[in-house]
């Protein structure tokens, strides 16, 4: 096994799809962001977790969001290409805003109707941090952060006829600025990763290079680029709050190594059920914390384990699956409107 990841110059494996990486890459930042929730609803629930287990959050925490923002740059270009500025838009409003607010309502609703089970104290009130304060509805903000970005980020090269280095230079801008909206998570969200979007968008024609590709699968590559992964996640566990320029770097740091991981994943076709968590990436991540707290309650009411660590894992392997049975399921109910908006718009020319 070991000589097979070190040989670079090994035959090449089985074609498999060209980006079929991008999903083992959403797969592992999904999972991580379940791992988060998950240990923050037990937290709340009042158990005492180990602090080795906080510290596995903290030190993955970096990366997660900044590699989905990156990932969705790298295929703006393509999908402006193939839909037009008004097809690009629209689709971002089935695939991302209207669920979004969709479930956002729905969370809430819960969240209020069965306060007595819920960790989160909800009001009516709470409907208005739907557009105003994200982050205040725990997971869901990045939906809405990643609509904003790429809207604004079209508005900028439609209709300003800024090109992806003045662009890059504005995410650049927004992170100095960010630090003085941090109160208003709406445009905090933003500013924070623009960065990585812009740098999703300049570094596609590289990334998904065919020669590319091979290099990003190469495990040489991965072994050598391991130490400066492990050294900037332990940086970042001991250094929360930091400079956002310094931070980027750290978070561009793991978001590169994931994707070399992914692709040598893909490569290999190892952990093949990662590709398919990330396929329904979205729908994990719209679902899974409602379904979790549901399990969560009734774990600890029945009193049966109360060990943190295999109560963890437990909502994290029964969280994702059952996301993605409850998503195929609503389908099969002709209730996939709760997943994506019904809104039409023809290819416009640039």
């Not at 096994?1 to 079929?20: G, L, Q």
């Not at 240990?39 to 903290?58: C, E, F, K, R, T």
């Amino acid at each position: 096994m070991a000589s097979s990841i070190i040989d670079i110059a090994s035959a090449p494996k089985a074609a498999v799809t060209r980006f079929e990486w991008v999903d083992y890459a959403k797969g592992i930042a999904i999972i991580l962001v379940v791992y988060r929730h998950m240990l923050y609803g037990l937290q709340h629930s009042g158990l005492d977790v180990a602090q080795w287990i906080i510290d596995g959050n903290n030190m993955l925490f970096s990366f997660r969001m900044p590699l989905f923002f990156l990932l969705s740059g790298l295929f703006f270009q393509a999908g402006l290409r193939k839909r037009g500025p008004g097809g690009l838009i629209t689709e971002r409003v089935n695939n991302l805003l209207y669920p979004y607010i969709i479930w956002a309502v729905i969370q809430i609703t819960l969240q209020i109707i069965f306060a007595k089970y819920a960790n989160a104290n909800r009001t009516v009130w709470n409907y208005l941090d739907i557009i105003v304060q994200p982050r205040g509805l725990d997971q869901l903000w990045y939906l809405f952060a990643l609509f904003n970005v790429t809207a604004f980020y079209l508005f900028n090269h439609v209709v300003l006829r800024m090109n992806e280095r003045l662009q890059l230079l504005l995410g650049l801008v927004f992170l100095a600025l960010a630090p003085l909206v941090m109160q208003w998570s709406t445009f905090y969200d933003v500013m924070l990763h623009y960065i990585f979007f812009a740098i999703g968008v300049i570094a596609a024609p590289l990334l998904l290079d065919k020669t590319m590709q091979t290099r990003l699968a190469s495990g040489y590559n991965l072994l050598l680029f391991l130490p400066v992964f492990v050294l900037s996640q332990w940086y970042f566990l001991y250094h929360q709050q930091m400079n956002l320029y310094l931070y980027a770097v750290i978070a561009l740091t793991g978001s590169i190594f994931m994707m070399m991981l992914s692709a040598w994943l893909s490569r290999h076709q190892q952990l093949t059920f990662m590709k398919t968590i990330g396929h329904y990436s979205l729908f994990i991540y719209l679902m899974h914390v409602m379904l979790a707290a549901v399990i969560r309650s009734l774990l600890l009411k029945s009193g049966l384990i109360m060990n943190v660590p295999l109560l963890l894992l437990i909502l994290i392997i029964t969280a994702i699956p059952l996301s993605i049975l409850a998503y195929k399921t609503l389908t099969a109910l002709k209730m996939g409107w709760l997943f994506k908006g019904p809104f039409t718009s023809k290819k416009q020319s640039l």
